[in-house]
């Protein structure tokens, strides 16, 4: 926990340096995602903003003008280890702030970018966490609000009020990677991410610890075939535990009755954006220090936990991808053309459409060649 003392001299050296550019960026979640618009190049863009990506991302078909840089490795949430290719483009128009021969990777070459979500909302790029290093982040979810700025003396009263839960960043090859301890139940302890490319809410890796706690709470079961990320699909069968009596303590604070998704597959503790969105949170990457108010309540139940099932964008088809255990209705890896009524083709956002339901939805599906309405 930084002192006022600390605080001042941080200030103090931040404005030797002469920095003094205040970014404002809003942003638009009807996906979900936290979606901002900017200019590449002087051509108008929308990028997601993505505080777990370490750099920046681009559709390369959307430039006439880069040049190539050095390959780089790249790993991404299922742990695979890639060499992707730089690519440097004369500006990048950030609010009202302007980037010069920046790198960037072509997000064309991740499969992820095969899911229709990211045509259906028109995803050009990602906005990584190296575009907030040496600058402090706010993200103020009321006014739906990205703000790049500098650590100033008004700034300094408002982190040094009662109000903020703070908590120190741990130590990574980034310091503009959001990473910090966090108790369930008071009794284990683990590193999370915050992750603002997460569109889920609070996601924990099953380990030892963390089945003890879990065991001690009320939970529904449900199976998925793999995980998608940026370098394609695992076909690992998962097995996920959903509780809504979790208990998370930030620093002093507790929050109870809190959504908790536990896999059995690789290691992976992270805060997704639906979770980071009920802050008022500023972070301060020179010193790794979050600083968070909640402002708003949690408004989004899962999928899973509302409907008993999930689909997936798997291998060029929306299949049945996650199953609960006592789901009777619905079978895992049924092709999914219709949600009521509505074609597949013309519902590329079912994700948000399906949160918004208030009952489960009639299905068309195709099972081992045959058409079904569910």
């Known amino acids: 926990m930084l002192s006022r003392k600390l605080l001042i001299l941080l200030f103090s050296f931040i404005s030797f340096l002469g920095y003094s550019q205040t970014i404002r960026l809003p942003y638009n979640d009807d996906s979900g995602w936290m979606l901002v618009d900017l200019k590449v190049n002087n051509k108008p863009m929308t990028f997601l903003f993505d505080t777990g990506w370490d750099g920046l991302s681009i559709r390369s078909s959307l430039l006439k003008e880069f040049y190539h840089g050095e390959p780089i490795a790249a790993v991404d949430a299922n742990n695979v280890v890639q060499a992707v290719q730089t690519m440097y483009v004369d500006s990048l128009k950030v609010g009202n702030h302007t980037f010069r021969h920046l790198p960037f990777t072509d997000m064309e070459s991740f499969p992820m970018i095969n899911d229709p979500i990211f045509d259906c909302y028109k995803i050009d790029g990602i906005l990584g966490n190296v575009i907030y290093e040496?600058?402090?982040?706010?993200?103020?979810?009321?006014?739906?609000?990205?703000?790049?700025?500098?650590?100033?003396?008004?700034?300094?009263?408002?982190?040094?009020?009662?109000?903020?839960?703070?908590?120190s960043s741990i130590q990574m090859?980034?310091?503009?990677?959001?990473?910090?301890?966090?108790?369930?139940?008071?009794?284990?302890?683990?590193?999370?991410?915050?992750?603002?490319?997460?569109?889920?809410?609070?996601?924990?890796s099953a380990d030892e610890g963390m089945l003890y706690y879990l065991n001690q709470l009320k939970y529904n079961t449900y199976y998925s075939i793999g995980s998608v990320s940026a370098f394609g699909l695992d076909e690992s069968l998962n097995k996920t535990m959903i509780?809504?009596?979790?208990?998370l303590q930030l620093n002093q604070t507790t929050f109870k009755e809190e959504e908790l998704s536990f896999f059995t597959n690789a290691q992976t503790y992270q805060m997704g954006v639906e979770f980071i969105k009920q802050f008022h949170l500023y972070y301060l990457p020179q010193n790794r220090m979050l600083y968070l108010k909640k402002v708003r309540t949690r408004e989004i139940k899962s999928t899973l936990e509302r409907l008993g099932y999930g689909i997936g964008y798997v291998e060029g088809k929306y299949r049945v991808a996650a199953i609960g255990k006592s789901e009777k209705t619905v079978q895992m890896g049924d092709v999914v053309l219709e949600i009521n009524g509505i074609p597949m083709e013309?519902?590329?956002n079912y994700r948000k459409y399906l949160q918004q339901l208030k009952e489960k939805?009639?299905?068309?599906?195709?099972?081992?060649?045959?058409?079904?309405?569910l």
């Open 361 to 373: 939805p009639s299905l068309l599906v195709e099972r081992r060649g045959k058409r079904l309405k």
């Open 134 to 167: 040496g600058k402090v982040l706010e993200i103020d979810p009321l006014k739906k609000e990205i703000i790049l700025q500098d650590l100033s003396k008004d700034l300094i009263n408002i982190l040094l009020s009662n109000d903020f839960i703070k908590l």
């Open 346 to 348: 013309k519902l590329c």
């Open 243 to 247: 509780t809504q009596e979790g208990e």
């Open 173 to 204: 090859d980034s310091n503009a990677r959001i990473v910090v301890p966090i108790a369930l139940g008071k009794q284990v302890v683990r590193p999370f991410l915050f992750d603002t490319g997460d569109n889920g809410y609070v996601t924990i």
